[in-house]
């Protein structure tokens, strides 16, 4: 097993990506702590893998919200004792709109979740890390911190700001065993739109968008993902550090 015995922190776990990482994940030997602000879903999770004997422990709160991020990280200390993998995944969209246009309301809410939340949860997961000797974190980032023409000004800098925590992060830490890397994920089928009300997107902004959209030559799953953060999460990859592996079929060579 890859990952056999070692405790792996997932947020966002209750569907989608990170859903799949930690089924996927569980199967291969891990410890899950399962982080997720949806109740049901993460009751659902739970029990999907606790019933193909899996480990796991769930965690309910909002990564935007520093304190509820530290108690994801003390529940793993508390349960396990120990924490080998973070896999900063939770996420929301913004409404597609520019810098002239975005509300104070969007830019805080998807910066908080999507920057902030890995921020914090980074913070304290590197704390234990070093201590322990060495550690993986696997950041789930997006086309749309590679380039703008993906998302809106919100998302499109909070996935920036990602991929500029993986790699600052990969940096000051990889002489003390830590390894930091990035998955910009495509166009991949989950319920993340789910998070805002379509109906409030910018129409201008999102036929600017469709020009980019065109050259999308695949929709992934989210199993596509979690097999590509598996690899990362494992020793397997313990000379990657750093990377931003784009895991879009294609889309960002457009």
Not at 28 to 34: D, F, H, L, P, Q
Not at 130 to 155: D, E, F, R
Not at 221 to 229: E, H, N, V
Request: glycine letters at 12%.
């Amino acid at each position: 097993m890859r990952l056999k015995d070692k405790v792996v922190v997932i947020t966002g776990a209750g569907s989608g990506i990170g859903r799949a990482m930690a089924g996927l994940f569980a199967a291969e030997g891990a410890k899950i702590v399962a982080a997720e602000w949806h109740g049901n879903t993460l009751k659902e999770v739970i029990a999907e893998i606790s019933a193909a004997g899996g480990s796991i422990t769930g965690v309910e709160g909002n990564v935007a919200v520093e304190a509820d991020c530290n108690r994801i990280i003390d529940t793993a200390m508390q349960t396990y004792s120990r924490l080998d993998v973070l896999c900063n995944n939770a996420g929301v969209m913004d409404l597609n709109q520019g810098a002239g246009d975005v509300s104070n309301e969007i830019w805080e809410r998807v910066i908080g979740i999507n920057l902030n939340g890995p921020m914090y949860l980074t913070r304290k997961a590197v704390q234990i890390m070093l201590k322990q000797g060495g550690g993986s974190i696997v950041n789930t980032a997006s086309v749309a911190g590679l380039g703008g023409g993906a998302a809106g000004a919100a998302y499109t800098v909070s996935k920036h700001g990602l991929i500029g925590l993986t790699r600052n992060t990969a940096f000051v830490y990889c002489k003390d065993g830590i390894r930091c890397n990035a998955i910009a994920a495509g166009a991949v089928e989950t319920n993340i739109m789910q998070s805002l009300d379509a109906s409030k997107l910018d129409p201008k902004a999102s036929a600017r968008y469709n020009t980019w959209y065109a050259a999308i030559p695949a929709t992934l799953q989210g199993a596509d993902i979690a097999k590509l953060a598996l690899f990362l999460a494992s020793d397997e990859s313990k000379m990657i550090n750093g990377a931003v592996i784009p895991a879009d079929a294609g889309w960002s060579a457009a």
